[in-house]
Nanobody, 120 residues
Framework: QVQLVESGGGLVQAGGSLRLSCAAS????????MAWYRQAPGKQRELVAG???????NYADSVKGRFTISRDNAKNTVYLQMNNLKPEDTAVYCC??????????????WGQGTQVTVSS
């Protein structure tokens, strides 16, 4: 079964940068769509950034111009480069992947999450 393994979270000062990585393993099939979600205490889970199999990206308005999602298909890895971090970016960040079969059956995969804390 597919597993998503995350790394790169931690503590950073406001204005700093972090790069999150999410590596997929355990399947011979590629994951079509990947994304990063985050959830802060007392807040609902939010889609931060997504990237599809063609490389098309989308971002939450709150992170546009600061975050960049990318993928390396050869390494089965998705990245989230986070620049100019703000305290309001503090959250647990989770990697998400979706595979869609030819019959349109969809499979969903989640990482366990990594804590990002931005101090002021």
């Amino acid at each position: 079964q597919v597993q998503l393994v995350e790394s790169g979270g931690g503590l950073v000062q406001a204005g700093g940068s972090l790069r999150l990585s999410c590596a997929a393993s355990g399947s011979i099939f590629s994951i079509d769509d990947m994304a990063w979600y985050r959830q802060a205490p007392g807040k609902q889970r939010e889609l931060v950034a997504g990237i599809n199999s063609e490389g098309t990206t989308n971002y939450a308005d709150s992170v546009k111009g600061r975050f960049t999602i990318s993928r390396d298909n050869a390494k089965n890895t998705v990245y989230l480069q986070m620049n100019n971090l703000k305290p309001e970016d503090t959250a647990v960040y989770c990697c998400y992947g979706r595979r869609t079969d030819r019959d349109r059956t969809q499979y969903h995969y989640w990482g366990q999450g990594t804590q990002v804390t931005v101090s002021s």
